[in-house]
């Protein structure tokens, strides 16, 4: 192709792009002159270059868009419909522009339907005498200057002051001298070809290698003039590298271009009215990057606005504004790009997904029966998934959000998604800031080497079969004690299957501590080297399909070596831990607890067909065991759950563990300890105001209540938790003096869910439901070891029941532990100053036991 | 694929076992001698490693194990590089032979009876004074579909 015409094209397109959403821009400030200034620039320079290139077609377009800007400079009222009518002509000037790159000529054909329309627009006034001859300087304005125009003369400064493209017209050199000259604008920067810059990263990629080579050399020998001169290319190549990496920064705003032209294009199209935010456009990505999150960016924006946006009468009645907002952010965060797209809608439709889910055959009843809706929500990313009723033209035909994971995928990020119900999504991706270069941990098994990606390593733990640190096991599960946590391992020659089976899990060696999304576990490696630079090159095709590896590397000492992809074992994890399958806890599972008159019960059948529930908070996990898993000991069923025999429980006699198949189990955690109660199916989760009423004694149970028209016994946890451990483990706690607690708060279901904990974990409670009611009880003359009150409390909160009971001869010591939803550090310096000894979050059962257990211990120590 | 090989009818001839082979020389880059081969854990059974050649990594792919000839390879490693879709390949031999011109007058088509495998990837067959020379199709060699048959 000429290279001209090529030059042209480029800087078309370029120019286009900026054309559309400055033309967006404009529609909302028709004052701003500076605007109107850039667009007539810019379309006046495509129709210049097209009268200097012979491409009449293109420059007669241009021409009667030019026209119709010019009435719009001359005070003519900006609408929507005179910007949409531009924004088609710019459509049609692409279109031409395509076919022109294709077969290098303006195809034939005929714009004069537009050039009517522009025309006949630009008429419509009254001064329509006055026809823009599409130069600059003739036109006078027969009228006085309304408030916020600017003269004519202020344009054309603003004109001829607003900074040009960056590079001169493509045009021949005297006319490009002359524009040098006589524009204030001298070219600060040059086009590069990106194949050449491209090159050049290869280039010093080798380099970098090279270098590395050298310094393992120079390594190996303790004296060496070479020694200096190494040091010296060596800071050379990093800033050589470095600076190559900038020439491939681009900020992100350049795939954000086209986004206002989309969204505005959208609201008309679907009668909606959305503003489109964008935030740290300026945060600069690999230009690699940057191409492969383009598209996904604008798919997650279209669907935003064609999905997620309400229609406005839906907005309304939601008691939402009308105008939605989509807000587009990116920031750095430690090596990697954060991008959020938010929307202001009305949140994924965890049903439908559901729904979704179950028809196309992504999961069965029972497993979505587990999930939480942040889980069930995730199947959007499937493939095949699309919740729109209907499939419109703007969001397509179920190509979604499968096409948008896999992309970013391939760049190595992750994308997640929070949705809330009539608030709102949004989706996180985090990638990282350049592919080509990443620093990675080598260590070693069985002799041979492997790259660990550096930011999926956590830490490094030296184990020895007599050292603080060494690989124990449960049956044959290995796992590391690491602060008071279990590590779950992975022995790398096993998993990589690599020399003898017989010695493949060795005793020594260095656990790799590494992290994929909340996950932690350990990698063990023989040995450990250093941390090395490494040019990540791709796998063959013929070792793609290996999860293990995310590439390959050339090493200082020109080995190949394998890049362990942290992600692919991590998998290899979920296979080992076959069945388990909700992984979240129910009580951090969604806004359910969050709702205080509301209790979420999880429904359950064991035994008969009569339906039981237990609090949702209450349970830990939901799981679904293969029944060969189960042990017998003692007399006992067991089975091995996370590093821990856990002991299954029958709740009632007649609950009997399956013979084949599945079981499900409800799993409840106290501290480190775990048990399950055994059930016959999960049948639903119930989140409803409930009226419970009291048990007839049977024990085991705490009540019963109507949830959703069926008689529901409620199962008493609390009766269960001391009930296995007391046998199980032969020996009874002993009968020490129990202490008693009074817990205060005002939410039924808080009580619900704190009682039975404190309860197996050994205390007497007492309960209040409001701070009066506390302060009568004591008043009454009953004594407590130690109070945990609510602070959010109608009437008298947590603040004042505290200073009154400081007031109390009888409670001026006991212990107080708040309890608050909010913990801000203000709020923290307020407890402590009313007096209370502890400050835990209301979710958060384990700090509770721990701090009252701390708290009761001080008034030992007090007594002793 | 036999009209391709009347255009290059010269070959590069291999010896895996007692059994020659030909590859049409257009397709051969070069050849090499293995050294510091990596191999890759988890890879199927007849891909060899991965090589340093000189700044670019390579697939070594075991043709004996591919093509299923029976005998170890031997300890000297031989490669014949190859190019397929913008990567990289060596295909390990036992030795390397002579660049020879073979004449339409000795093609045979691809006996029927032959080995499933080897079936699959030969483009023809020479008969030459002291044995018979089996003519292989790299892109069909490279194919991921034979090694499966081979797993």
Redesign the interface.
């Known amino acids: 192709m000429d290279e001209l015409l090529r030059d042209f094209l480029t800087e078309t397109h370029e120019s286009l792009d900026t054309v559309d959403s400055e033309l967006v821009r404009f529609e909302q400030e028709p004052n701003n002159a500076e605007i109107l200034a850039n667009i007539f620039r810019l379309v006046h320079t495509i129709k210049g270059t097209c009268g200097f290139l012979n491409l009449p077609r293109l420059a007669t377009l241009a021409h009667a868009a030019e026209s119709l800007m010019g009435r719009f400079r001359d005070g003519m009222p900006v609408t929507q419909n005179a910007v949409s009518l531009i924004l088609s002509t710019l459509d049609r000037i692409k279109e031409i522009l395509d076919a022109l790159e294709r077969h290098q000529s303006e195809p034939s054909g005929t714009d004069d339907d537009l050039i009517a329309r522009l025309d006949a627009m630009a008429s419509a006034t009254p001064q329509a005498a006055a026809q823009s001859s599409g130069t600059l300087a003739y036109q006078v304005l027969e009228r006085p200057l309304k408030p916020g125009e600017a003269t004519l003369g202020e344009l054309e400064r603003a004109f001829r002051e607003t900074p040009g493209p960056a590079q001169p017209m493509p045009a021949d050199s005297d006319k490009s001298a002359e524009r040098q000259q006589d524009g204030k604008v001298v070219s600060q920067s040059i086009r590069v070809h990106v194949d050449t810059l491209e090159h050049l990263m290869t280039m010093v990629s080798?380099l970098v290698?090279t270098r590395n080579q050298l310094m393992e050399l120079a390594r190996r020998q303790t004296e060496t003039e070479f020694k200096v001169p190494l040091q010296r290319l060596s800071h050379v190549t990093a800033e050589l590298q470095e600076g190559v990496m900038k020439t491939r920064m681009q900020p992100i705003g350049n795939a954000w271009q086209k986004l206002p032209r989309l969204v505005r294009d959208l609201s008309a199209d679907l009668g909606k009215q959305i503003e489109l935010e964008m935030h740290g456009a300026e945060t600069e990505l690999d230009r690699q990057v940057l191409d492969m999150i383009k598209d996904p960016l604008t798919h997650m924006v279209r669907n935003s606005a064609d999905h997620g946006i309400e229609a406005p009468a839906e907005r309304r009645a939601a008691g939402k504004p009308d105008r939605a907002t989509i807000r587009l952010t990116a920031r750095h965060e430690g090596g990697h790009i954060i991008i959020e797209v938010l929307d202001d809608g009305r949140g994924l439709d965890t049903r439908k997904i559901r729904a979704r889910a179950l028809s196309g055959r992504l999961a069965s009843e029972a497993e979505l029966e587990k999930m939480s809706d942040a889980q069930i929500q995730r199947f959007i990313f499937a493939a095949g998934m699309s919740t729109a009723d209907t499939i419109t033209s703007i969001s397509g035909r179920g190509v979604g959000m499968d096409v948008v994971q896999s992309n970013i995928d391939q760049i190595g990020g992750t994308i997640d998604v929070k949705s809330v119900p009539g608030q709102g999504t949004v989706f996180t991706i985090k990638i990282p800031l350049t592919l080509a270069i990443v620093s990675a941990l080598i260590v070693e098994a069985a002799g041979?080497r492997f790259a660990i990606p550096q930011v999926a390593v956590m830490e490094l733990v030296r184990v020895r079969g007599d050292g603080e640190h060494r690989v124990e096991r449960i049956k044959d599960t290995p796992v590391l004690r690491l602060r008071n946590k279990l590590l779950p391992l992975v022995f790398l020659r096993k998993f990589?299957?690599?020399g003898e089976a017989a010695e493949q899990e060795t005793e020594t060696g260095f656990v790799v501590v590494t992290q994929v999304g909340p996950e932690f576990f350990g990698i063990v490696v023989d040995r450990v080297f250093h941390t090395e630079e490494i040019v990540v090159?791709p796998l063959?095709?013929?070792?793609r399909h290996?999860h293990?590896?995310t590439g390959?590397t050339?090493l200082g000492d020109?080995?190949?070596?394998?890049i362990l992809d942290p992600n692919g074992i991590a998998t290899a994890f979920g296979s080992v831990r076959a069945g388990v399958i909700g992984v979240e806890t129910a009580a951090e599972a969604g806004p359910h607890a969050q709702d205080k008159n509301k209790t979420a019960l999880l429904v359950f059948r064991a035994g008969s067909n009569a339906p039981r529930a237990v609090p949702l908070s209450l349970v830990t996990r939901l799981e679904e065991i293969d029944v060969s898993s189960i042990e017998m000991t003692g007399g006992r069923h067991v089975v091995q759950y996370r590093g821990h025999l856990m002991p299954l429980i029958c709740p009632g006699d007649c609950v009997r563990v399956k013979e084949s198949g599945s079981q499900p189990l409800l799993v409840f955690s106290d501290g480190d300890r775990s048990l399950a109660l055994v059930v016959d199916q999960i049948v639903d989760i119930v989140e409803e105001e409930f009226e419970i009423e009291v048990s007839d004694g049977r024990p085991g149970i705490l009540g019963s209540a109507i949830v959703k028209g069926e008689a529901t016994d409620i199962v008493d946890v609390g009766h269960y938790l001391p009930l296995a451990y007391a046998d199980w483990l032969g020996t009874s706690t002993p009968q020490r003096t129990r202490r008693h607690v009074l817990l205060v708060d005002d939410s039924a279901f808080f009580r619900n869910m704190l009682v039975p904990v404190l309860r197996a974990a050994g205390y007497a409670v007492t309960t209040a439901s409001s701070g009066q009611e506390a302060c009568d009880l004591i008043r009454s003359g009953r004594a407590f070891d130690l109070i945990v009150t609510d602070l959010q409390m109608p009437g008298m909160d947590g603040i004042s029941l505290a200073r009154v009971l400081r007031a109390e001869s009888a409670t001026a010591q006991t212990p107080l532990i708040a309890l608050s939803a909010m913990t801000t550090p203000d709020m923290i310096e307020r407890v402590r100053r009313a007096g209370f000894h502890d400050f835990v979050a209301k979710f958060d059962r384990q700090g509770l036991i721990a701090a009252i257990k701390e708290q009761a211990d001080a008034i030992i120590s007090q007594a002793a | 694929m036999t009209s391709s090989n009347q255009l290059s009818p010269e070959y590069v001839t291999v010896m895996i076992g007692a059994q020659l082979f030909g590859l049409p020389i257009a397709r051969v880059q070069d050849v090499f001698v293995l050294s510091q081969m990596t191999r890759v854990p988890l890879a199927p059974d007849d891909i060899a490693g991965v090589i340093n050649l000189r700044g670019r990594i390579v697939t070594a792919i075991d043709l004996r194990r591919r093509l299923g000839v029976s005998g170890e390879t031997q300890r000297a490693q031989m490669a014949v590089g190859i190019e397929s879709g913008g990567e990289s390949y060596g295909l390990v031999i036992d030795a390397v032979g002579e660049v020879m011109k073979l004449s339409s007058e000795t093609a045979e088509p691809v006996p029927v009876n032959l080995d499933e495998r080897l079936k699959l990837v030969a483009s023809g067959v020479h008969r030459l004074d002291d044995g018979l020379l089996v003519v292989l199709d790299v892109d069909r060699l490279l194919d991921l579909k034979i090694s499966e048959l081979a797993a």
């Open positions: 080798e290698l041979e990589l299957r690599l090159k063959a095709s013929k070792l290996i293990a590896f390959n050339i020109g080995a190949v070596i394998m």
